[in-house]
């Protein structure tokens, strides 16, 4: 009913940026909170960062201070500015949106995963 296509990953160097975007598109009625996680080799899924339906956000600890969070409602989008980028920083980065769909079913829909590398 809802599909997430995320893009903007890649290979970095230490200190440098990229930004992901995360479009969501189908049966969507409205979105709530749009989030953002990331998941290393043999870790388990952390969270990142979100932002709420009127833009309010929350983040990690490890990323405050060097990452943004921002959406585009008209664009049913979520961003996410990656500045300052440490080694650490290297995983598999997944947008998580929660969906009101048209039919009044509320649900959390998951992208397919974006990697970003980040060399020292």
């Known amino acids: 009913q809802v599909q997430l296509v995320e893009s903007g990953g890649g290979f970095v160097q230490a200190g440098g940026s990229l930004r992901l975007s995360c479009a969501a598109s189908?049966?969507?009625?409205?979105?709530?909170?749009m989030a953002w996680y990331r998941q290393a080799p043999g870790k388990q899924r952390e969270f990142v960062a979100t932002?709420?339906?009127?833009?309010?956000?929350n983040y990690a600890d490890s990323v405050k201070g060097r990452f943004t969070i921002s959406r585009d409602n008209a664009k049913n989008t979520v961003y996410l500015q990656m500045n300052s980028l440490k080694p650490e920083d290297t995983a598999v980065y997944y947008c998580?949106?929660?969906?009101?769909?048209?039919?009044?079913?509320?649900?959390?829909?998951w992208g397919q995963g974006t990697q970003v590398t980040v060399s020292s």
């Open positions: 998580n949106v929660d969906v009101l769909t048209t039919d009044y079913t509320r649900n959390g829909y």
């Open positions: 189908g049966r969507i009625f409205s979105i709530n909170a």
């Open positions: 932002i709420s339906s009127v833009g309010s956000t």
